[in-house]
């Protein structure tokens, strides 16, 4: 997949800067046309002739003395991908801040396409929590981050920050550059629905429509077509058909229609489950008292894609507070093949928050507990999931 593909190399001032050749050879020899970004603290690790002989052409190490009066556009145009190996924490604070003041950080800017990052650096610093925020900010972003590992380090220190082999970054941009959910056909839903009680009020919840933002922003990047139901703000994104709800009615109106032509829907959603029967056509009035509001049903637009025939691969949410019993109930009973539960009463987990705790439930009840992470890893997680069981089930 690498054959003919245009790699912009960017290498950073870490000692493991001498692993960027042995990758630069790994990218020349799958095919890849190579052209490369070598940071001033970089040249102090790493020869530019090493760069300069390995992929044919020198490497570029500022905006300014380049015969290209604009390295860091056209070298952007030019690239299908750039990948950052090693990516030090200077580094990846500026790309996570877009501080452009180096031509590295101005090309990844400049440029349109997927970027892969492996960081490299002293334990204790790749778990400061101003890397821990870069680093959470950049998947959001988009970047793949890819590492690193734990082992022997600089200095006879040892520990997580170890930049990962070559051959793991070689498989990260191949599979940022395939798309592993290409041909996919995707329905996604997110957000809190609006019930009207009159033309002003309205009982809804405190979704912030973040997770379902992300799983259908990571499956858009990997390659499906993706429909978003939404009643909250989508993603900025491309490839995602956005169509915006507001009540369990709606919502369960696009999902059904989307359904129907999808291989995979995710409900993230928070559908209300009762709506006023009869919500008033004026606004209700302080001076009349207060009203009694009869609740009624909506549609379970869970259970409704549950019951097609055929059906995409289907996977609910659960939003549970405390016990996850519930969440395996609902895994067992609503005809889905994966649950996730998530328990919204944990700080950094549930409603509004970046981050989030799950646990995917099978319907035979097995029971995986990942750790807290951000929204987009547990959106690239699920969809790991997701091919994996697909897979198995031979619908791949
Ligand atoms: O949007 P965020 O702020 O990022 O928060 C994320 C989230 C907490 C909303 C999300 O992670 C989550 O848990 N979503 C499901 C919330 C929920 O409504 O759970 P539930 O247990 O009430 O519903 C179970 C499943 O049935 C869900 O897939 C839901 O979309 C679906 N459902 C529920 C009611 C209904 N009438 N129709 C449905 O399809």
């Given amino acids: 997949m690498l054959a003919g593909r245009r790699i912009v190399l960017g ?24 052209r490369s970004i070598l940071t001033e603290a970089g040249s102090e690790f790493l020869g ?8 044919g052409n020198p490497p570029i190490g500022s905006y300014f003395g380049e015969p290209d009066v604009s390295p860091h556009t056209n070298l952007a145009r030019w690239a299908d991908a750039i990948v950052i190996a090693p990516a030090t924490t200077a580094t990846i ?3 996570a801040g877009g501080i452009s003041n180096d031509v590295l950080v101005g090309t990844v800017l400049a440029a349109q396409v997927p970027v892969v990052v492996a960081p490299a650096m002293h334990t204790e610093m790749w778990e400061h929590p ?6 959470t900010t950049l998947e959001a972003d988009g970047y793949v981050i890819v590492g690193p590992d734990a082992g022997a380090l600089a200095g006879g220190d040892s520990g997580p920050g170890r930049l990962v ?7 990260a ?12 056909s995707v329905v996604v839903s997110a957000g809190g629905t609006r019930e009207a009680i009159d033309p002003v009020r309205y009982i809804g919840n405190r979704s912030s429509g973040k997770m379902g933002n992300a799983i259908a922003t990571a499956a858009a990047r990997r390659g499906a077509t993706v429909t978003l139901v939404t009643s909250a703000a989508p993603p900025d994104e491309r490839g995602i058909d956005v169509i915006p709800v507001e009540s369990a009615q709606e919502m369960a109106d696009a999902v059904w229609t989307a359904a129907k032509k999808a291989d995979v ?33 909506t549609p379970d637009i869970l259970a409704g894609v549950a019951a097609m025939e055929p059906r995409p691969f289907l996977i609910g949410f659960a939003a549970e507070a405390g016990s996850l019993d519930g969440a395996i109930a609902k895994a067992t009973s609503k005809g889905v093949d994966l649950l996730v539960g998530n328990d919204v009463s944990r700080a950094g987990s549930g409603f509004g928050t970046d981050t989030n705790e799950v646990t995917v439930i099978e319907p035979d ?32």
């Fill in 11 to 34: 290498v950073t001032g870490g000692i493991a800067a001498y692993k960027a050749a042995y990758l630069a050879r790994r990218l020349v020899e799958a095919g890849a046309e190579v």
């Fill in 48 to 55: 530019p002739q090493t760069l300069a002989a390995i992929t």
């Fill in 93 to 95: 604070a500026r790309l």
């Fill in 173 to 184: 941009l191949d599979a940022a550059l395939t798309g592993d959910l290409d041909g996919w």
């Fill in 130 to 135: 101003s890397t821990r925020r870069n680093i």
């Fill in 165 to 171: 082999e070559p051959e793991v970054i070689v498989a």
């Fill in 265 to 297: 829907a995710v409900m993230a959603a928070a559908v209300a489950d009762f709506r006023p029967r009869d919500p008033g056509t004026a606004k209700l009035r302080r001076a009349d008292g207060a009203p009694e509001i009869e609740l009624e049903p």
């Fill in 365 to 396: 009840g097995t029971a995986d507990s990942w750790p807290v992470m951000s929204k987009h890893e547990v959106a690239d997680r699920l969809w790991d999931r997701i091919i994996e069981m697909r897979r198995q089930k031979g619908s791949l």
